[in-house]
């Protein structure tokens, strides 16, 4: 089971970026995936994840309104559409999976499969 990310960089306040999340090794329509973030001095957290069974989504409330997760099965992949970004949103960013159905249950647990992270940086 391998996932790689994609898509981080530098944006100035205000600007989008898309992160890509690419799984091999299992079938996403029996895993849920989603997008960890831990800034520096806090708690890492779960800001989006997509069920695999039947595409739910949870979104926690900094994020609301301005990210996006979509996945697409046959690519084995997903995305993170991430508009109006602020500089606290400077971190490093996590794809993560396990074999569980809800979205909002793997964003607050520790998922089993994990990326390796891309850098997200806010500033003008």
């Known amino acids: 089971v391998q996932l790689v990310e994609s898509g981080g960089g530098l944006v100035q306040p205000g600007g989008s970026l898309r992160l890509s999340c690419e799984a091999s090794?299992?079938?996403?329509?029996?895993?849920?995936i989603g997008w960890f973030r831990q800034a520096p001095g806090k708690e890492r957290e779960g800001i989006s994840c997509i069920s695999g069974v039947d595409g739910s989504t949870y979104y926690r409330d900094s994020v609301k309104g301005r990210f996006t997760i979509s996945r697409d099965n046959t690519k084995g992949t997903v995305y993170l559409e991430m508009n109006s970004l602020k500089p606290e949103d400077t971190t490093v960013y996590y794809c993560?999976?396990?074999?569980?159905?809800?979205?909002?249950?793997?964003?607050?647990?520790?998922?089993?499969?994990w990326g390796k992270g891309t850098l997200v940086t806010v500033a003008s």
């Open positions: 993560a999976a396990d074999y569980i159905s809800s979205a909002q249950a793997l964003c607050v647990m520790t998922p089993y499969y």
């Open positions: 090794g299992f079938t996403l329509d029996y895993y849920s």
